[in-house]
């Protein structure tokens, strides 16, 4: 069984903070997504990482996939209140088997306070 | 082009109860799944289906069932209804499979 631990598992910070989100594994990945969700609606995906060592950038979030496919990191610069979220990071299996099934990890709640 | 539509959105029932969920993907998409939401456990992967057939499937007992019509249109079932199944579902939808888009999810209180 796949699984994928996100830390911090809560984390509230002051508007222009910085911070770090991290999402690990001991299994390895065919690629990994990053999605937010906010309060009464689905997770909407950020950016699907594919390659190892690969850094996507989306406006004020970096995203990183580690060397070994096994772990991701999302960095926010300069938080704002409207960051505020779930955010959840997703495998996909390696497998072939289970291409088809996304492992999610339990996901990092964000408090941007202004 | 219209998102993901769950309905209803919202659902109360009593424990032995069933209920049926209804997700609408997004047009063209042929792949819908389906997840269970709920703060301890996260996102729950319960099955994916592709053309009608059931192509995955997670660890979730018998009483979860699904199923999807020739226009990609699913829904899924719970039968026996526990407490422990209050969550919130969500449905997602895909072209081809790993690039998902989810709906609002419906949100199910069991008392």
């Known amino acids: 069984t796949q699984l994928l631990e996100q830390s911090p598992q809560f984390l509230s910070i002051q508007e222009g903070e910085n911070l770090t989100v991290y999402c690990n594994s001991s299994?390895?990945?065919?690629?990994l997504q990053w999605y937010r969700q906010e309060p009464g609606e689905g997770p909407v995906l950020l950016v699907t990482?594919?390659?190892?060592?690969e850094v996507k950038k989306l406006k004020r979030l970096t995203f990183q996939f580690g060397d070994a496919r096994k772990d991701s990191s999302l960095h926010i610069t300069a938080a704002q209140p409207g960051d505020t979220g779930l955010y959840l990071c997703?495998?996909?299996?390696?497998?072939?088997?289970?291409?088809?099934?996304?492992?999610f990890g339990k996901g990092t709640l964000l408090t941007v306070n202004p | 082009k219209a998102g993901v539509t769950q309905t209803p959105r919202y659902l109360i029932k009593t424990r032995g109860q069933q209920v049926t969920l209804s997700c609408s993907p997004i047009?063209?998409?042929?792949?819908v799944s389906w997840y269970q939401q709920t703060p301890g456990q996260g996102l729950q992967f319960l099955f994916e289906y592709f053309s009608e057939t059931q192509r995955n499937k997670g660890n979730f007992p018998g009483r979860f069932s699904g199923r999807q019509f020739s226009n990609s249109r699913s829904e899924m079932n719970v039968s026996t209804l526990e407490l422990g199944d209050s969550a919130l579902y969500l449905c997602?939808?895909?072209?081809?499979?790993?690039?998902?888009?989810f709906g609002a999810g419906t949100r199910l209180s069991v008392l």
């Open positions: 299994s390895v990945f065919s690629s």
């Open positions: 997703a495998g996909e299996g390696d497998s072939g088997g289970s291409n088809y099934k996304l492992t």
């Open positions: 997602a939808s895909s072209f081809w499979g790993n690039i998902q888009y």
């Open positions: 990482v594919v390659t190892g060592g």
């Open positions: 047009s063209g998409h042929r792949s």
